[in-house]
Nanobody
Framework: VKLVESGGGSVSVGRSLTLSCRAS????????VAWFRQGPGKEREAVAG??????????DFVNGRFTISQDSVANGENTIYLQMNNLKPEDTAVYYC?????????????????????WGQGTQVTVSS
């Protein structure tokens, strides 16, 4: 499984960004896709997850500002998105997409980033005031 993120960058407070993660090489019927982030000097934290039942879980800090989605899988490939609105300086971090096989809920998966076996290389988001 290969994951490649894109869409990061530097923006001002209150602006929007959409991150994309191109996933390829999986053949699972059930999976969870997610976004995590890691700010400078901070631990990796869950941003959003979307499971095989289409249940979505967001980190507490999201407060309706972010939206996770994905398009349909074709030939073992699809794209996972993270739409981020009203960005704040504290959103500055490297953002990673992650996927794993399984039918557990997104809430379960997001409790521990170690539950994901496949990760992208990360994309930097910097929000300046």
């Amino acid at each position: 499984v290969k994951l490649v993120e894109s869409g990061g960058g530097s923006v001002s407070v209150g602006r929007s960004l959409t991150l994309s993660c191109r996933a390829s090489g999986y053949r699972w019927s059930s999976r969870c896709v997610a976004w995590f982030r890691q700010g400078p000097g901070k631990e990796r934290e869950a941003v959003a997850g979307l499971d095989s039942e289409s249940t979505i879980t967001y980190g507490d800090f999201v407060n309706g500002r972010f939206t996770i989605s994905q398009d349909s899988v074709a030939n073992g490939e699809n794209t996972i998105y993270l739409q981020m609105n009203n960005l704040k300086p504290e959103d500055t971090a490297v953002y990673y997409c992650a996927v794993d096989e399984g039918s557990y809920s997104s809430g379960w998966y997001l409790q521990d980033w170690r539950r994901f076996n496949y990760w992208g290389q990360g994309t930097q988001v910097t929000v300046s005031s």
